[in-house]
């Protein structure tokens, strides 16, 4: 057995050899199952890149089906300390199963973080890693915009300070208003919001688009893709084009 760290610090202890992963996070099913596909043998409902996936489905990433897990003899679950539930993880970890939990809350911190997730289990950086490095690498030296980035309404929240989507934003030039919250992700007015140029309307977790979402708001709108806002995998490398042009 090999004994590594995790993002948070637990002691993993992994077979010379992984064979058989269950992912409860989309963006780590997506990293790992394009770099070898094989591993992966169950994930979540929500886990839908590579479009082609073909796995055992153990319900959302709230709700994980503990038992099927359990089922599947998995060497490791990978999972993520914002988007799990602890006491989810503690169960699986009660019955003797490996945990990995990520926790990256910028993007070098996500890099970093996949840099060691996939040298434990897969064996090796796969190329896209290295790509994304690249593609994150030089600093953003344009005009920059103060904006409000909702992620969801009824009630309306928005993102807040030292989070990974925001790190990301203020990297392609966008200012979260909101990332001096004393919240991640505090609930706000649209009618009461500090001087902003911008609205930031990602498609997940809430599907907000041009028709929903848009109308509260006295400023510009620009519909985003919420995996390329969100997910940490090989969405990086194309994230900062693809939002850089919807963001225009």
Same mark, same amino acid.
């Given at each position: 057995?090999?004994?590594?760290?995790?993002?948070?610090?637990?002691?993993?202890?992994?077979?010379?050899?992984?064979?058989?992963?269950?992912?409860i996070?989309?963006?780590?099913? +997506?990293?790992?199952?394009?770099?070898?596909?094989?591993?992966?043998?169950?994930?979540?409902?929500?886990?839908?890149?590579?479009?082609?996936?073909?796995?055992?489905?153990?319900?959302?990433?709230?709700?994980?089906?503990?038992?099927?897990?359990?089922?599947?003899?998995?060497?490791?679950?990978?999972?993520?300390? +914002?988007?799990?539930?602890?006491?989810?993880?503690?169960a699986?970890?009660?019955?003797?199963?490996?945990?990995?939990?990520?926790?990256?809350?910028?993007?070098?911190?996500?890099?970093?973080?996949?840099?060691r997730?996939?040298?434990?289990?897969? $064996?090796?950086?796969?190329?896209?890693?290295?790509?994304?490095?690249e593609?994150?690498?030089?600093?953003?030296?344009?005009?920059?915009?103060?904006?409000?980035?909702?992620?969801?309404?009824?009630?309306?929240?928005?993102?807040?300070? !030292?989070?990974?989507?925001?790190?990301?934003?203020?990297?392609?030039?966008?200012?979260?208003?909101?990332?001096?919250? $004393? +919240?991640?992700?505090?609930?706000?007015?649209?009618?009461?919001?500090?001087?902003?140029?911008?609205?930031?309307?990602? !498609? +997940?977790p809430?599907?907000?688009?041009?028709?929903?979402?848009?109308e509260?708001?006295?400023?510009?709108?620009?519909?985003?893709?919420?995996?390329?806002?969100?997910?940490?995998?090989?969405?990086?490398?194309?994230?900062? !084009?693809?939002?850089?042009?919807?963001?225009?």
């Amino acid at each position: 057995m090999n004994s590594v760290y995790d993002d948070v610090g637990n002691v993993i202890e992994l077979p010379a050899e992984v064979r058989r992963v269950v992912s409860i996070v989309p963006s780590l099913t +997506e990293s790992i199952a394009v770099t070898h596909p094989s591993l992966i043998v169950g994930a979540t409902d929500w886990c839908t890149h590579p479009a082609d996936l073909d796995v055992v489905r153990v319900r959302g990433t709230k709700n994980p089906d503990v038992d099927r897990i359990g089922e599947l003899a998995p060497d490791v679950v990978v999972a993520n300390a +914002e988007e799990n539930r602890a006491a989810d993880l503690d169960a699986l970890r009660d019955r003797g199963i490996a945990v990995w939990v990520t926790a990256p809350a910028t993007v070098p911190e996500s890099l970093d973080s996949l840099d060691r997730m996939l040298s434990a289990i897969v $064996g090796d950086v796969p190329a896209w890693l290295v790509r994304a490095r690249e593609v994150w690498s030089s600093p953003y030296d344009g005009m920059r915009r103060r904006a409000v980035i909702p992620i969801w309404r009824r009630p309306w929240m928005a993102l807040g300070r !030292d989070t990974f989507a925001g790190d990301l934003l203020a990297r392609i030039g966008i200012d979260n208003i909101l990332r001096d919250s $004393g +919240e991640r992700y505090p609930r706000f007015d649209p009618d009461a919001l500090p001087e902003y140029d911008i609205v930031v309307l990602p !498609d +997940e977790p809430y599907a907000f688009s041009r028709t929903d979402g848009p109308e509260a708001f006295a400023k510009p709108a620009r519909c985003i893709s919420g995996r390329h806002l969100t997910w940490y995998g090989p969405s990086l490398v194309e994230a900062r !084009d693809v939002l850089s042009g919807q963001l225009a």
